[in-house]
Every structure is written in C-alpha cells, then in structure tokens.
C-alpha cells in the first residue's frame, strides 16, 4: 500500500464518521503522490502522519438564557490544527451543522490556505452548533458572551486569532470581542474582522468576495479573457456573495443569481447595484430571506433549488460545503460554465471535482481563490501590530497582490509536477510544501 494511502486509514480509523474531514484529508493527500515521489525527507519525518492529526482540538459547553429565561445549552469548539507557520488563525462558525468533522475539515484547509497567503499564520477554526438566525441581538450577545467565557482561555494575539464564517459577522465579533477584553483586561488584536474604529481593517469585509474575483481574473488572464460581460451565478446571500457581486459590477459582469438556504433567485435582467444594496440590507439589517428579492423585483425563485441550473460562463459557489454535486458540475460544463472560482469551502464535492477537472476548465479550489478573507485578516493583524490604520486603497492592493500571487504559485507549481492547468494539484502541494518544511526545521513537535 502506498504511503498515502496508509495515512488515510490511520484518518478513518482515528476519526470514525467525520466524513467531512476525510474528504477534505483525502482530497489533499492524494495530490501528494508527485511531491512525496520527488522528496524522501517528509516520509522519514512522519509529516503526512502529523499534519492530519491537530495540535489540539477543544470542545465546551455553551450555556445561556434565552429571552423569555429559558436555560440552553449549545456545544462550542475550538480546533488549533497546525502553528508551524504562525499563531493559529481562522473563523468562527455559528450553524446548527457545525461538528466536530465541519470544523476539523474547515480547520485542515485553513492550514494550507493560510500558507498561500504568504503571510505567517497557522491554521484553526472553531464554533457552534447555536444557530443565530431568529435570535434577538440580546439572545446573540448572551451567547457570545457565554461562549467566549470559555474560549479566551485558548486564544490570544500571539497564540490564536479567530474571526468571522458562517453565522459570524461583525455584530458578533463585537459581542466577543467585548466579553474577551473585559475578561481579560487587554485591548489586543485577538479576533479580525473588528469594527472600523476600534482595531478593524478597511476591506476586510469585502476582502473574501473581492478575491475571488481577483482569482477568477488572474485564471481568465491565462486564456487572454476577462470578466466583461460574462454571465455570473452565485450562490449564498451572505458576506462571500455580496462583495463577489459587488466586485464582479466593477469588472462588468452581469450576476443573475443569489440564494439561501430557502431556494434560489434568477434575475435575468441582472443584480445591478440599486438590487445589491436591497439585498445588503435585507440579509444584513432586516436579516430577512432572498425570496422576498424575487418580489421586490418580480424575478424568479426557485425554491429549494440552487443556482447551477441556470446557465452561465463563471460560477461562484459562496453558500457552503458540498453544493455542488457531481451532476451539478455536469450540468455547469454542459451548459457552458468554463469558470469557477469558489468563495466558499470545499463547496465541490469530489465527483465535482474531478468533472471540472476533467473538463479543462478553470477551476479555482477554494483554498486558493477564498484566500483573500484570511489574508486580509493577516494584514488587520499587521496593521494593529503597528497601532496603525492603511487606507482602502492600500489595503485593496494589497489583497489584489496577494491573490495575484496565490494563482500564480498554484499555476506554476502545478506545472512543475506534471499537472498543467490543475490548480487542485497546485494550492495543495505549494500549501504543503512550506507548512511540511516548517514543521522539518521545528523538529518533532
Ligand atoms: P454568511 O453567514 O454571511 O452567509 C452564508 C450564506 O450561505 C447564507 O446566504 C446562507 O443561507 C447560505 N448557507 C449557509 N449554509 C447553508 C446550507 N447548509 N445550505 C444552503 N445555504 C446555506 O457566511 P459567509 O458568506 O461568511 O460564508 C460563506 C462561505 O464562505 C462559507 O463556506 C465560508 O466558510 C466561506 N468563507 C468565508 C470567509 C469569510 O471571510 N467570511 C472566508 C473564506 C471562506 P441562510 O441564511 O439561509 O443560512
Ligand atoms: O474560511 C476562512 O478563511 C475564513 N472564514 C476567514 C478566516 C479569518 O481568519 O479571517
């Protein structure tokens, strides 16, 4: 049995039922094979068989009233997974999905993700199964306060620095940010995505939308195309969708869809940026549904479906893990789609996966293309190291290098080791790379 597949069956056996994770372990280990071929120093450090166990992993009890006094209990986590190149860094997800396989396998990504970045950051990620939607701002800031009574024991500006996923936005980070301050009595850059004026970074909210379009650009530059006038689906409503739509309208792209987790809108006319700021408020003050779009501006809904039924050059899966299936992805190249670029996480399944690939079309996993969120997390870490504040534009430039050089470290590594065009085989063998040598020179720890 070859290496690779022996540690796999370490993964299951030691993690019985997690099958996000191991899809996620799978995914990346069997990219390995053309790298651990070339280099003998990893098998005989034992890296694959340490870099799929995390350093630590925490898991606490979240108890807190509701607004009627009513006692509840929801399950917290956090997961520090790798610290080879940095304190921990990586988001907090409040969804009733949440496990310990959603975070162990969001956690792992994180690792080599925040490695691309060229920043120096390790990798973790943590949250709840406590779901935000339908609770008061008092119920939520209960809860966070409740949950971050336990976590701060586990973080810190140097040790861990969590941020904001699914179900976490700036109204949360700030009820965390809060508890963590007064529990400890620091003012210290120990979560990103704070508030502009105390400690946040300007595009950070926009940071993860913006680069994945940035991403896209850079694949459609290798083929001397562009993003004007292509046809855009995007899935989500939340922060990934938003600013992808926002960026994509600056590019000149026509986007003709949103969703939730209640279904679908089609626009054919296209989200313009009067719709755009209907749905920012809808999702982000009234924290409403997307089908009440489809009546604001009598577009379709398609409920309990998503978007990839609808035609289009570029796709932008920005909701969640799994949402596109292997016959979705059929569906896509059948109908054109020669573009995707994902805002969320592992939201291709492997079948997925594999067909896009097959395909030859340009395919941005999202550990690359998603990397402009962290990143733009590092430099909120950068800038409040220095108890300063960079300009938009600054920032914007930055984020725009960073994505700049991500593709290109994924393209170039992919032709290196016989996989042109794969940038599967690319973001997973240059993110292994550095985080693998990083852990040969700290020794066995
Ligand atoms: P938000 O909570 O702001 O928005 C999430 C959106 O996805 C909502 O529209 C939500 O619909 C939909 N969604 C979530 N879960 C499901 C589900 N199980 N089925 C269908 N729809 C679902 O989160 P973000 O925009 O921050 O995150 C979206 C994706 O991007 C995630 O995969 C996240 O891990 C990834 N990501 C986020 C980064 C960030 O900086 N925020 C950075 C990198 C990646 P509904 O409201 O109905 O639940
Ligand atoms: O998946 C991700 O990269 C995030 N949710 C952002 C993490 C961060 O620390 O900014």
Redesign the pocket.
Known sequence: MSEIQEVLGVVKRRNPGETEFLQAVTEVLESLGPLLARNKKYKDARILDRIVEPERQMQFRVAWTDDQGNIQVNRGYRIQFNSALGPYKG?L?F?P?VSASVLKF?AFEQVFKNSLTTLMMGGGKGGSDFDP?GKSDAEVMRFCQSFMTELHRHIGANTDVP???????GREIGFLFGQYKRLTREFTGVLT?KGLNWGGSLIRPE??GYGAVYFAQEMLKTRGQNLEGKICTV???????QYTVEKLLDLGAKVVSL????GTIYDKNGIDREKLDYVMDL?NVRRG??KLYAEEYKAEFLPGKNPWGIKCDCAFP????N?ISGKDAKTLIDNGCAVVAE???M?TDPEGVERFLAAGILYGP?KAA?AG??ATSGLEMAQNAMRLAWTREEVDNRLHMIMTEIHRNCFETAEEYNAPGNLVVGANIAGFIKVADAMLDQGLV
Do not use: M, W, Y
């Open positions: 988001g997800r969804h999905t969001l939607k941020a904001g996923d699914i179900g976490v936005g995505g940071a993860t899935s989500g409503a939340g922060n990934v969708a969703s939730d987790s209640e999702k549904r997307i920005s909701a969640t893990q949402e805002g969320a996480n939201p999202g998603n969120g962290v």
